[in-house]
């Protein structure tokens, strides 16, 4: 049998419902004798509409149904040649190979940060009391 790895770790669980939320789930709205079924990703799985809309519901539903797989078949091809376009760019390429380089190697070490740097760090105890003497002189005038 299986691990189900959700009862060994939640998160898992969670991520492989979103998984099949997003390749399996479909939903299916109507009204008024139409209802349409459609995937999580956008896909129409099928129109219905009832006899009493029209006598020729059944095939109108099909019609559109197939209608709408082969504009969706034609828009995502628009897209895959125009990602192609993209990714053949030889800038792109480069990148992409460095992000897959970059998943091999081991972290960098975080960068250490400035942090603030107080200018009174410098001087001397002296120094201090005479800067802090001027300061006080300049704030308690009366």
């Known amino acids: 049998m299986a ?7 939640p998160l898992s669980g969670q991520l492989e419902a979103v998984q099949r939320a997003l390749l399996t789930d479909a939903a299916t709205a109507g009204r008024y004798g139409v209802s349409v079924r459609v995937r999580a990703d956008g896909a129409l799985e099928s129109v219905e509409i009832d006899e009493t809309v029209t006598p020729y519901g ?7 149904t197939q209608l709408v797989g082969e504009a969706l078949v034609l828009a995502r091809n628009n897209v895959r040649d125009t990602l192609g376009r993209l990714t053949s760019d030889p800038r792109i390429a480069a990148a992409t190979e460095s992000f897959g380089d ?9 960068a250490a940060s400035a942090g603030f740097v107080d200018p009174d760090d410098e001087l001397t105890e002296e ?5 802090n003497q001027r300061r006080n002189q300049g704030f308690f005038r009366t």
């Not at 120094?127 to 800067?131: H, S």
């Open 127 to 131: 120094e201090l009391i005479e800067q």
């Open 102 to 110: 970059a998943a091999e190697k081991p972290r960098p070490a975080p």
């Open 58 to 64: 059944t095939e109108l539903g099909k019609l559109i």
């Open 3 to 9: 691990a189900n790895f959700g009862e060994i770790d």
